[in-house]
């Protein structure tokens, strides 16, 4: 499984997670959602993605159950809501995502979106001392610009900022124009989430090239190439960036193996000018 660095850590972490969003959500897809994030791991997808508002709670649930009995073998991500970030609504958030998860740290907690409601600077407290107790590892947040990455970085002071959680695929390609380069010197991992689009009622409903349209057409005829599904070209894509690392949600084991097997090749130039042309950089980023 291709590694990459967390920030400028020596954590290296897979190019490729397991996104967790809708999880939990029906009490009779448990069995299911287990059972895939245990194949995922087996395959080397041990970066497991999940946060407190994800079906209330559920998701991180479901996780806690999967990684039961092997959680040295995980890297452990969640988040904490907006409304939750005041200094001790952190704390306590994060005490209750532990609970939930049957763990006794978090390898990663994230600011699942800036707040209206509380200062970055009372968040970040609320992060440095979970760092200090032990209960978290590294900081991140998630769909934060480049001025509200700066505060962060700044009210941290020692700790490392390691991670921007946003949006990234083929059709929101915004943050390549700065906040992807920014990142990139400032030692800051970029998590991509939703690499295959969104659904009907996120962000516009922007989702992956339907059958028969011609930025399909071009995506199936570069994997035909490959041999590797349109879906697979995507993913190789996304992972093009060296500071970036994805986080599909997969909840089944044939989802899993395909991206698996979008790793250990390389779309060649002609083909990156292709994607290129019909997926231009033009449509701004959610997190802008």
Known sequence: MLQRKLGNTEV?????????????????????????????????????????????????????????????????????????????????????????????????????????????????????????????????????????L????????????????????????????????YCGEAGITVMGYSPFGYAPHVFGGVGFPEAGSEQRRVLDAIGAKYGKTAFQVALNWVLRQDNLVTIPKAASRTHIKDNVDSLGWELDGDDLARIEANFPVDRPSPAE
């Open 12 to 148: 290296r972490i897979p190019a490729i997670g397991q996104g967790t969003w809708k999880f939990g959500e029906e009490e009779g897809s448990a069995k299911q959602e287990i059972e895939a994030l245990l194949f995922g791991i087996e395959h080397g997808l041990t970066l497991i993605d999940t946060a407190e508002d994800y079906a209330s709670g559920g998701s991180e649930r479901v996780v806690g159950q999967a990684i039961a009995g092997m959680r040295d073998e995980v890297f452990l991500v969640t988040k904490v809501a907006a409304r939750n970030c005041s200094y001790q609504g952190v704390l306590d958030a994060a005490e209750a995502s532990l609970d939930r998860l049957k763990t006794g740290h978090i390898d990663l907690y994230l600011q699942h979106w800036p707040s209206e409601q509380h200062e970055v600077s009372e968040t970040m407290a609320g992060m440095a001392e979970l760092v200090k107790r032990g209960m978290i590892k590294h900081v991140g947040v998630s769909n934060f610009s480049i001025a509200l």
């Open 150 to 181: 700066r505060e962060a970085q700044r009210c941290l002071g020692d700790i490392p900022l390691v991670c921007n959680q946003v949006p990234y695929h083929l059709n929101d390609r915004g943050i390549e124009r700065d906040s992807l380069p």
